[in-house]
């Protein structure tokens, strides 16, 4: 089956799971398998701009990542700074790409913090491409941010209660667009990702597939299944 416009999913998101299992596997030191699994989120950009995916999500770092042990947590706050200041740095690829943070990214230091706003400040009118890096991320999180949000709104007489409606709450979510398409690696479940925006995505497990092992030809794959399935949307 070749690709065509038709069946290219618009909005892929990506949980990525098996870091640390696939450091175990190859031998190496737990903390190596991030670096691996950093390395694979950058050819996944470059393989969804190839195929025409126009936006991208990927689960880089929950809520939840945060009780980790302060070692791993440490090292993967510094690789956050690396990357994002080698995505900064690579003028060619920012030309099309708009990057967005979705999430509680308060909850991290202030060095990540001001790299993470610096790349939306100097992205937001870039296209046609986007990438969402998901940190500090909990479905549930985003779903009671949005309501207090919305309950603020109406104390301050901005909005009125009868007014409230899906197309109201879904302006006050993270992220507004919704994913046509998500893939898990490692695992068989969601873990609260994109809780509101999933309610109609098609999903594709890859439990036997650790991030890290993730290759195109698995992209490829998980988008000739999303082409043959048929979405009806409720209807």
């Known amino acids: 089956m070749k690709l065509t416009e038709k069946i290219i999913p618009k909005h892929i998101g990506i949980i990525l799971d098996g870091n ?29 701009k190839e195929l025409g995916v126009k ?5 880089t770092f929950s ?9 791993e947590v440490s090292f993967l706050m510094k690789l956050f700074e690396k ?6 740095d690579d003028k060619k690829k920012l030309k099309e790409l708009r990057i967005r943070f979705i999430g509680r990214i308060s909850m991290f230091s202030r060095t990540v913090q ?12 870039n296209g046609p491409y986007t990438i969402n890096f998901a940190m500090g991320y909990g479905g549930r999180s985003e779903i009671v941010d949005a309501t ?3 309950i603020q709104q109406v104390k301050d007489g901005k909005l009125d209660i009868n007014d409230i409606n899906e197309e109201n709450f879904k302006k006050n979510l993270y992220l507004q667009s919704y994913p046509d398409l998500i893939i898990r690696t490692s695992e068989s ?30 992209l490829i794959k998980c988008i000739e299944e999303f ?7 409720g209807k």
């Open 227 to 233: 082409s043959r399935r048929n979405r009806r949307f």
């Open 148 to 150: 207090k949000k919305i």
């Open 114 to 125: 001001k790299i993470m706003n610096e790349l939306m400040d100097i992205t937001i009118n």
């Open 63 to 71: 809520t939840e990542n945060f009780a980790r042990p302060k070692k």
């Open 20 to 48: 640390r299992r696939y450091a175990e596997k190859m031998g190496i030191n737990p903390l190596e398998g991030h670096e691996v699994g950093y390395e694979k989120v950058k050819k996944t950009m470059d393989w969804c």
């Open 83 to 88: 990357a994002f200041k080698e995505l900064r």
């Open 189 to 218: 479940r969601l873990s609260g990702f994109l809780m509101y925006q999933s309610a109609y995505s098609e999903i594709i497990f890859l439990p036997d597939k650790l991030w890290p092992e993730f290759e195109k030809d698995d």
């Open 55 to 59: 936006e991208l999500t990927v689960y």
